[in-house]
């Protein structure tokens, strides 16, 4: 096609973006202190680290999640089987899945759920 | 197979009855649950039964076993009320993942095929887990819930690789495949033997013989002493039903390569946790140990097949329990009342302080020591029997020197118990403990003076 | 099915027997010889993952689907006893404040 386009737009890019910031080295004042190297410049102290620990909360959460993610896996072999099973597989699947809303009512009731 | 979907739907049901705060209406609900089980599972005598695509198969052989597991829930669950008393937190969980457990052990019994095998020893093991770690607060008991899951996943990854070996190699998991491979093939591949030599070590952690027992003792002690009773009896029973099962179903034509490991686990088994129980100052692992030494006598029955071996080991299942959950029930009271002392001083002075409780240990003891009119006597001498008709002399003798040594230990918490002390503050129970306790007691006699009511069902 | 099943086969059943059995045995090691509790978990899990990857292999050179089917309940019964796991050991976090195995010698002879 007409890669002379997009050549000359790569080029146009290169030139528009490196004369920007090159111009404005030379027009734009610069003061350096050691409020410039903050994450946050706009002003919000650093509290610590960025590696901190998590809230034990959300460990519940995802245990939760682990397990219902993983008991979806035998929707899959499931759905291999459907068609040829017909009704029978579908009255089992609602069993499967029954038994895994139970589950998850009681983890619901018992609050396991709520954000701490 | 409607006896364990009815232990399961009772499990559930139990979550969230807790919901209600009434500890009577979980209890008298669980039972219930319990003895419909054990109605369905005995009704079904004789009508041998396959369900879920041929994944169980229901005879005598497993009806007979989940009827001993299921009794011997009913008599811990009638123990849990006064053990719980005073516990608020929690128990309806408890309760349910004991259901949960059992429901398990029921599927161990029957498999037909080797994937309900593993879920069957999962479902019974993982609540086990949880339950060996529920007193939350305290270090022993997570240490042992800690202890109980490596070793136990240690020995599930085991049993998986050698399942996975030998479906490698016989390309099925349907023990009646597995069976015919052997029929026909003559030169069994190497690969094969090491499955069958994984299979057997894993079942070794289960069961807990020497040399796979060092959790034993340890998960025992510190687990709350409920949960212990249901481990060293419904547990270890399963595991022997399946063991049982898997190995005179699957591998009778190939003795060869799992007859000398028996062999060795049974031997150091009887050795090894008789010598040990001697020297233990703490009741519950003195108990613990002498669990590893009937593990010796179990594998006998394993040791020897015949057409009475599967008969002599549910018969010693049955004397076991009995008088395992009878020896743990006077502990958890006996450990109660002294303010957590579970050793063999904190027996002095028994028969004084509650009567009842003391006739129902010394029983107990005599009938984990094999002495005559109680039922231990018998499950050993029909262990015994069996063996010497397998020919199996040489073991018989260790294992009748070992019963002796067992004598000892057994004698010296009796003795203890008459012995006076200054001390005679008595022990209050409630009714339905004492009830629980005396119907343990009185069924090992009535199987001690009638034996032929049990060793002629299968 | 049938691309996954020939790819499979381009390797030898002895590689795939080799490689399982050499991942089983550095779990086996590592849950016997590591202190760190999360290694321990992460190393059980190993070993339940090189068993299914032998089954898969054994599935495919045998063209029976029933080995494959295994694997979904390994995986399924490993999530429960991961989860299980972890929150025992939260709950050792929470009494004792370290995930250090030695830890764990309350209980002796």
Redesign the interface.
Same mark, same amino acid.
């Not at chain 2, 997570?142 to 202890?147: D, H, I, V």
């Given at each position: 096609m007409n890669s002379e386009y997009l050549i000359l737009f790569f080029l146009l890019g290169v030139i528009l973006v490196g004369g920007a910031i090159v111009f404005s080295m030379f027009v734009a004042p610069s003061s350096k202190n050691s409020a410039k190297s903050e994450p946050y410049e706009c002003g919000i102290p650093v509290k610590s680290d960025a590696w901190i620990q998590f809230n034990?909360g959300y =460990?519940l959460f995802a245990?939760i999640y682990?397990?219902f993610?993983?008991?979806t896996?035998?929707i899959?072999?499931w759905g291999v089987v459907m068609r040829d099973m017909g009704l029978t597989a579908f009255i089992e699947i609602l069993v499967f899945f029954f038994i895994l809303v139970l589950g998850l009512l009681y983890a619901w009731k018992k609050g396991a759920l709520r954000w701490v | 197979m409607f006896s364990i979907i009815t232990i399961a739907i009772t499990g559930v049901l139990l979550l969230y009855l807790g919901f209600l705060k009434n500890r009577w209406i979980y209890i008298s609900v669980a039972i219930t649950g319990l003895i419909t089980a054990l109605a369905l599972s005995v009704f079904s005598w004789n009508s041998l039964e396959t369900s879920f695509s041929n994944m169980l198969i229901i005879d005598n052989y497993a009806i007979a076993f989940n009827s001993v597991m299921i009794f011997a829930t009913i008599l811990i669950f009638l123990l849990a009320p006064h053990y719980f008393k005073g516990i608020e937190k929690n128990v309806p969980e408890i309760y349910a993942l004991l259901m949960f457990s059992l429901a398990g052990a029921c599927m161990v019994t029957s498999f037909d095929n080797l994937?309900m095998l !593993?879920?069957g020893i999962?479902t019974m093991s993982?609540p086990l =887990?949880?339950l060996a770690?529920s007193k939350?607060?305290s270090?022993?008991s997570?240490?042992?819930?800690?202890?109980y899951?490596?070793f136990s996943?240690?020995a599930?990854?085991i049993f998986?690789?050698g399942?996975?070996l030998v479906?490698?190699m016989v390309?099925?998991?349907h023990v009646g495949d597995i069976s015919n491979y052997f029929t026909i093939t003559k030169e069994i591949p190497s690969?094969l033997k090491v499955g069958i030599v994984l299979l057997v070590i894993s079942f070794g952690f289960k069961i807990a013989a020497v040399p796979f027992h060092f959790w034993a003792?340890?998960v025992y002690?510190?687990s709350p002493t409920l949960i212990t009773a249901f481990m060293a009896t419904v547990v270890k029973i399963a595991g022997f039903a399946a063991f049982y099962k898997l190995l005179s179903t699957c591998f009778i034509l190939v003795p060869d390569s799992w007859h000398h490991l028996i062999l060795g686990l049974s031997v150091l088994s009887l050795i090894i946790g008789n010598l040990a129980a001697i020297k233990?100052k703490d009741v519950k692992?003195m108990l613990a140990y002498s669990s590893i030494s009937h593990t010796g006598f179990m594998l006998f029955a394993i040791l020897s097949f015949n057409s009475f071996s599967a008969s002599s080991l549910l018969y010693y299942s049955f004397a076991y329990a009995l008088s395992t959950i009878a020896a743990f029930g006077v502990l958890m009271v006996v450990k109660n009342h002294m303010s957590a002392d579970g050793s063999v001083q904190a027996f002095e002075g028994l028969a004084k302080k509650n009567p009842i409780l003391a006739i129902v240990m010394t029983i107990s003891m005599l009938s984990m020591a094999g002495i005559p009119i109680t039922a231990g006597f018998f499950a050993k001498y029909y262990i015994f029997v069996s063996a010497i008709q397998g020919g199996w002399l040489w073991i018989v003798i260790i294992g009748i020197l070992a019963a002796l040594v067992g004598v000892a230990y057994y004698l010296k918490l009796i003795i203890a118990m008459f012995a006076k002390t200054s001390e005679t503050e008595k022990i209050v129970t409630s009714p339905l403990y004492i009830t629980s306790l005396l119907v343990a007691t009185v069924l090992i006699l009535i199987a001690g003076v009638l034996p032929n009511l049990i060793i002629s069902l299968i | 099915m049938e691309n996954i099943t020939s790819a499979i086969r381009i390797i030898p059943l002895e590689h795939y027997?080799f490689l399982c059995l050499a991942l089983?045995s550095i779990?086996?090691i590592g849950?016997l010889f590591r202190r760190n509790?999360i290694v321990?978990l992460m190393c059980?899990e190993m070993?339940?993952n090189s068993?299914n990857l032998?089954?898969a292999a !054994?599935s495919s050179y045998?063209s029976?689907p029933?080995?494959q089917?295994?694997v979904?309940?390994?995986? +399924?019964?490993a999530?429960?006893?991961?989860?299980?796991?972890?929150?025992?050991? +939260?709950?050792?976090k929470r009494? +004792?404040d370290s995930i250090d195995i030695n830890l764990?010698n309350?209980?002796?002879?």
């Open positions: 034990v =460990y245990i682990l397990i993610d993983v008991e896996v035998f899959f072999p | 994937t !593993f879920i999962e993982i =887990y949880i770690g939350k607060f270090i022993r997570n240490e042992a819930s800690f202890k899951f490596i996943s240690l599930t990854a998986l690789l399942i996975t479906y490698g390309g099925s998991f690969i003792p340890d002690e510190g233990q692992r | 027997l089983f779990g086996v849950v509790t321990i059980i070993m339940l068993v032998l089954l !054994f045998r029976d029933s080995g089917v295994f979904f309940f390994i995986m +399924v019964v999530a429960a006893e991961v989860a299980v796991g972890l929150s025992i050991l +939260v709950m050792m009494n +004792v764990l309350k209980l002796k002879d």
